[in-house]
């Protein structure tokens, strides 16, 4: 099968503003970035692999960031975002074009930074509480109380001493 190559052009950090009956897209600094696929077809770009190829090319952990992909497609009036959340998402982006062959620039929304935060300390196995809120030191001993939420059922295994 004959390789491809598929080219991707986006804006990074921005965001849309409505415009009468048009979406548009505000760019935060104006810069465009690319990124090239090379595959035997469009179906080998997948969500996950197009997001991590973002990442990789802004050099961002891709853990530290929450990504909203999208487009204004060329052939669609009034001019409004369409949302990538999926692989088929990601097939129709690439595959539409407009009469001249030309696709639209994708817009990276940056929308929320997350913090990673290192433990310094684990907890044995004792101290760790389980799903209900006791630990597991005090089950040895019965069950201890606890306060019940009326909209959940909480199951119990018992436990068998050794």
Request: aromatic share 12%; net charge negative; charged share 25%.
């Amino acid at each position: 099968m004959a390789t491809m190559t598929t080219n991707i052009h986006f804006d990074y950090d921005g965001h849309y503003a409505k415009y009468g009956d048009d979406y548009e897209w505000i760019p935060s600094d104006g810069h465009l970035f690319g990124i090239s696929f090379k595959t035997s077809s469009l179906d080998e770009v997948t969500y996950s692999f197009l997001k991590e190829r973002i990442c990789k090319k802004m050099t961002i952990y891709p853990c530290t960031k929450s990504l909203k992909l999208s487009y204004i497609p060329l052939v669609v009036e009034p001019k409004r975002q369409s949302f990538i959340l999926d692989d088929e998402d990601v097939f129709l982006y690439l595959s539409t074009v407009d009469k001249y062959g030309k696709r639209s620039i994708l817009h990276i929304e940056v929308i929320e930074e997350m913090k990673i935060v290192p433990t310094t300390e684990q907890q044995s196995r004792v101290e760790k509480e389980n799903s209900y809120g006791g630990n597991y030191s005090e089950l040895a001993s019965g069950l201890p109380e606890v306060e019940g939420n009326p909209g959940a059922l909480t199951l119990f295994t018992p436990i068998e001493e050794a």
